[in-house]
Structure formats: structure tokens, C-alpha cells
């Protein structure tokens, strides 16, 4: 997994405070984005490796909506809340995350968190099973392609 971390908060200032602790430590911070449909957006650009995600952000989209997608997309995603009643840790619970901070956390709790979530996802078996699918699909691709056999091979290298 890639060191790069995109943020999803609305608020300035957590959001400000998230991307200094982060850099601080080695993360690429590769955007902020303050609402779900930016978030994916920057998604497809941007390609983190992990999504540090808060449930409730301004829209009618939430975390949990996104979590799903990431999730397809086998991109790591760790909770972050202030609100950890029943009803959303199990909403967040359903969708796999990697973690769930709640609001407010030190930083070296963060940290240690990101940490887990970057071994976890890089340890799944499902990652796996999903980086092999990828490279069966890419191999075949090359394979059934009209390039002579030396332009394959050096594409499968």
C-alpha cells in the first residue's frame, strides 16, 4: 500500500490538524476533500493508498456511503468520529473498516492506527486475492495482444 492518505473532513481545522500530524510522520497527504462526491473524485485521481474518513460530513452522502466504495476498491479506510453511539459503530462495523478512531485522539493514537490499518490491508488475504485478480487480467491482456513475442515479454517484465 502506498504512504499516500487522502482526508475526508469538513472541518478546517481537524481536517488542518489530521495533514500536519501526517506529514510529520511520513504520509503524503494527497488531498482534503470536505464532502463525499469530492472525496471521489479525488479518488480517481489521486489513488490513496488509505482514506482517513469522518462519518458525518456536510451532504447528503456519509462516510459509511463512501466506505462501501473504498471497500470495493480494496482502498484502506479508517473511521474517524465524534460520534460512537450503537447505531453508527455498527453501520461502520458492516462496512470493514481498518479502524475507528473516536474524536478527540492524540496523535500517536493515530499514528499506531494507521500503522495496523497499513499492515492489515497489506496482509488480507482479499488484498491478494484481489492484486492477483488485477495481474491475471493485465497477463492475459498482454498475452492475447497482436505486439510481436519481445515487445510482449518486455511488457510482462
Known amino acids: 500500500m502506498n504512504k499516500k492518505v487522502l482526508i475526508v473532513e ?3 481545522v481537524e481536517a488542518h490538524d489530521l ?8 504520509y503524503e497527504v494527497c488531498g482534503i476533500a470536505r464532502s463525499i462526491p469530492i472525496a471521489q ?7 490513496p493508498g488509505l482514506v482517513l474518513l469522518d462519518i458525518f460530513v456536510k451532504g447528503k452522502l456519509t462516510g459509511i456511503d463512501l466506505a462501501t466504495q473504498l471497500r470495493e476498491e480494496n482502498i484502506a479506510f479508517v473511521f474517524l468520529s465524534a460520534n460512537s453511539g450503537e447505531k453508527v459503530l455498527n453501520e461502520a462495523k458492516a ?4 479502524g475507528f478512531l473516536v474524536k478527540p485522539f492524540r496523535e500517536k493514537d493515530l499514528l499506531v492506527m494507521l500503522e495496523i490499518a497499513r499492515y492489515r490491508h497489506e496482509q488480507s488475504i482479499e488484498s491478494n486475492i484481489r492484486k492477483e485478480i488485477v495481474l491475471t487480467d493485465r497477463l492475459s491482456a498482454i498475452t492475447s495482444g497482436k505486439d510481436n513475442l519481445e515487445k510482449k515479454l518486455y511488457d510482462i517484465c
Do not use: S, V
Open 41 to 47: 473524485q479525488m479518488i480517481k485521481e489521486e489513488k
Open 95 to 98: 462496512t470493514q473498516p481498518y
Open 19 to 26: 495533514q500536519l500530524m501526517l506529514e510529520k510522520a511520513g
Open 10 to 12: 469538513d472541518q478546517f
